[in-house]
C-alpha cells in the first residue's frame, strides 16, 4: 500500500510538472481538498441522511414523512439548508461569545477529519496512515470538547446539564471503543487501515474479522454499542434528552450553528459505522470472492467501483441500523448508561482482548472458518 | 456557509424575550454558570488511566501476530496479560469504592440541619 502511494504521488507530481498546478504550494491542495470532503461527501450525506432518517422514522411510526418538496420530499435537506441558512444567527449576550462560535465548528472538524484514513477501496484512500485506526479514535474525540464548550457557552442551565452528560457519557464510552478495537489489532498486527482490511479478504482464508473467532463477534457488538453512544445516538442520546433538557447542549443554538451540530452528528455515524465496516465487516472486500483472481478479469477503474460500491453499501446498512435503532428503542437514564459501560461493556472487552490473544496464540492465528476446515480435513485424511 | 447566511438573512431587532435563555418561557433566575457536581471527577480519571493504558497497548498488540507465527508469542502474551490484569485490578478496586457509581447515596448530598 505504502508503494503503491508513493507511486501514485510519483506519478502526480510527473503529470503536473510544468503547468500551473505545480506552482501551486501544498497548502492550496490540502484547502481544496478539505473543501471536497466536506463539500462532497459530508454535506450531501449528511443532507441525504436527515431525509433519509425521516422517512425511516415516518415508515416505522406508519406516516407518511416529507412529501411536499420535490418527488417524495427528497429535496427536503435542501429546503432545510436554505432555511437554516437564512435564520437568525443568535447568540446569547449572557454567553461567551468566542466559545459560543467555535464549538460547533470543532463538531463538524472532528467528524470530517475522520473521513482521511477511511479507506474506500483498494487504491483509493485519502491518507492511509500507519496508525490510522489510532488516528480515528484520537480525531473523533475532538467532538466531545466541542459539545462541552457549547453548552458551557450557551449560559443556559439544560445546556449545561446536556454538555456534562455528554463529556461523561463520551469520555467514558470511548474506553469500551478502544478496548473492542484492540482484538482487531491482535488479530491483524497493523494499526493501519488499508492493511487491516486487505487481510480480511477470501484469499487469506481469513474472511471478516467478525467471525475470526467467538471473541471477536462480541468484541463487534460492543463497538457498535459504544459507537452508538459516542455518536449520541438513541438509546444514548442522554446529552439531548428533548424529554428531560428541552434539547441539551443545542438549546441556545439556531440557524446553521445549529445546522453544523445536526452535520457533525450525522457526519459521525457516518465514520462510526464506516470504522465498523472496516474492522471488523471486512471493508471493501467483497464476501467470497477472491480479489486477485478477480483483478486480472477485470478493469482497475471498475474494480475500484465495485469496492467503493461494497464499502458504502456495508457503510449504509450499520447506518440504517443506528436508524433503526432509534426509532425502535426508548431512552436510558444517565445512572442505567454509566453502569452499562463501566460495569458491562468494559469488563467485556477486556476479556474479549485475552480471549482473543489466547485464540490466536492456541490457533495460530487461524480463523474460526479455517480451524473448522482443519479439522475437517486433518479427521477425513486420518481415516 | 455561515458568511453567506449573513449576507441572506433579513436583520434581526434582539427583544427582551428574545435574547434570554430558554427555560420554557420561565425568567431565568440566576446565572446559569454556577458551582455543579460534576460527578465524574473520578471517573474522568479512571478514563485517563485507561486511554493511557490503551495507548500504551497498543503498540505491543501490532506485534503480537508476528510473534504468534515466528514464535516468542508468550512474551508478548505474559505483557499483554499484564497490562489487562492491571486495568482489571483497578477497574474492580474502583467499583468495590463505589466510584463507578452515578447516583452516590442521597443522604451524603442531603442538606444538613
Redesign the interface.
Known amino acids: 500500500m505504502p508503494a503503491n502511494s508513493a507511486l501514485f504521488a510519483q506519478s502526480l507530481t510527473q503529470w503536473t510538472q510544468g503547468t500551473w498546478f505545480a506552482s501551486v504550494p501544498i497548502w492550496v491542495w490540502a484547502l481544496v481538498s478539505a473543501l471536497l470532503v466536506i463539500y462532497m461527501l459530508a454535506l450531501p450525506f449528511g443532507g441525504i441522511a436527515t431525509y433519509v432518517e425521516r422517512k425511516i422514522a415516518a415508515d416505522i411510526q406508519d406516516r407518511i414523512g416529507p412529501n411536499r418538496v420535490g418527488p417524495l420530499g427528497i429535496f427536503q435537506f435542501a429546503a432545510d439548508a436554505i432555511k437554516?441558512?437564512?435564520?437568525?444567527?443568535?447568540v446569547?449576550?449572557?454567553g461567551d461569545r468566542f466559545l459560543f462560535n467555535i464549538a460547533p465548528v470543532l463538531v463538524v472538524v472532528g467528524s470530517c477529519a475522520g473521513f482521511v484514513a477511511l479507506p474506500l477501496a483498494q487504491y483509493l484512500v485519502a491518507g492511509d496512515i500507519n496508525i490510522g485506526v489510532?488516528y480515528i479514535m484520537a480525531i473523533t474525540t475532538i467532538i466531545a470538547p466541542g459539545i462541552l464548550l457549547g453548552s458551557?457557552a450557551?449560559?443556559?442551565?439544560?445546556?449545561?446539564l446536556g454538555g456534562?452528560r455528554s463529556?461523561?457519557q463520551i469520555?467514558?464510552y470511548?474506553?469500551p471503543v478502544?478496548?473492542s478495537i484492540?482484538p482487531v489489532?491482535?488479530?491483524?498486527?497493523?494499526?493501519q487501515m488499508g492493511e487491516i482490511v486487505k487481510q480480511q479478504g477470501w484469499q487469506s482464508g481469513h474472511f471478516w474479522n467478525v467471525f475470526h473467532n467467538p471473541f471477536t463477534l462480541i468484541a463487534f457488538f460492543i463497538l457498535f454499542v459504544g459507537g452508538l453512544a459516542e455518536t449520541n445516538r438513541i438509546p444514548f442520546d442522554l446529552p439531548e434528552a428533548e424529554s428531560e433538557l428541552?434539547s441539551g447542549f443545542n438549546?441556545?443554538f439556531s440557524?446553521?450553528?445549529f445546522g453544523?451540530y445536526a452535520l457533525g452528528e450525522f457526519v459521525d455515524v457516518f465514520v462510526m459505522c464506516a470504522l465498523v465496516t472496516t474492522l471488523f465487516l471486512g471493508g471493501w472486500q467483497l464476501p467470497f470472492v477472491e480479489l486477485d483472481k478477480f483483478m486480472i478479469t477485470l478493469p482497475s477503474g471498475l474494480i475500484a467501483l465495485i469496492q467503493v460500491g461494497f464499502f458504502l453499501g456495508k457503510t449504509f446498512v450499520m447506518v440504517f441500523v443506528v436508524m433503526w435503532l432509534r426509532w425502535t428503542l426508548p431512552r436510558l437514564r444517565?445512572?442505567q448508561?454509566?453502569?452499562l459501560c463501566?460495569?458491562g461493556m468494559?469488563?467485556i472487552a477486556?476479556f474479549n482482548?485475552?480471549g482473543t490473544?489466547?485464540w490466536?496464540?492456541a490457533f495460530?492465528?487461524q480463523s474460526m472458518l479455517q480451524v473448522a476446515l482443519g479439522l475437517f480435513s486433518g479427521g477425513g485424511s486420518s481415516h | 456557509m455561515l458568511g453567506v447566511g449573513a449576507l441572506l438573512r433579513p436583520k434581526s431587532i434582539p427583544t427582551r424575550r428574545g435574547t434570554q435563555a430558554y427555560e420554557c418561557g420561565e425568567d431565568p433566575i440566576g446565572s446559569a454558570w454556577v458551582k455543579f457536581n460534576i460527578r465524574f471527577y473520578v471517573v474522568a480519571i479512571i478514563f485517563i488511566i485507561f486511554d493511557v493504558e490503551v495507548a500504551a497497548v497498543l503498540p505491543v498488540a501490532t506485534q503480537f501476530k508476528e510473534a504468534v507465527l515466528n514464535g516468542g508469542a508468550g512474551l508478548v502474551f505474559a505483557e499483554l496479560f499484564l497490562f489487562i490484569a492491571l486495568l482489571i485490578l483497578g477497574l474492580i478496586y474502583c467499583w468495590v469504592r463505589g466510584d463507578l457509581e452515578w447516583v452516590k447515596g442521597v443522604t451524603l448530598n442531603a442538606p444538613k440541619k
Open positions: 437554516m441558512i437564512s435564520k437568525e444567527d443568535y446569547p449576550p449572557g489510532f458551557w450557551s449560559e443556559n442551565k439544560w445546556s449545561l456534562l463529556a461523561a469520555v467514558s470511548e474506553i478502544a478496548l484492540l489489532i491482535l488479530i491483524s498486527g497493523s494499526l428541552v438549546t441556545e440557524g446553521m450553528r453544523l444517565v445512572d448508561l454509566m453502569g463501566w460495569k468494559v469488563p477486556l482482548i485475552l490473544a489466547i490466536m496464540w495460530k492465528g
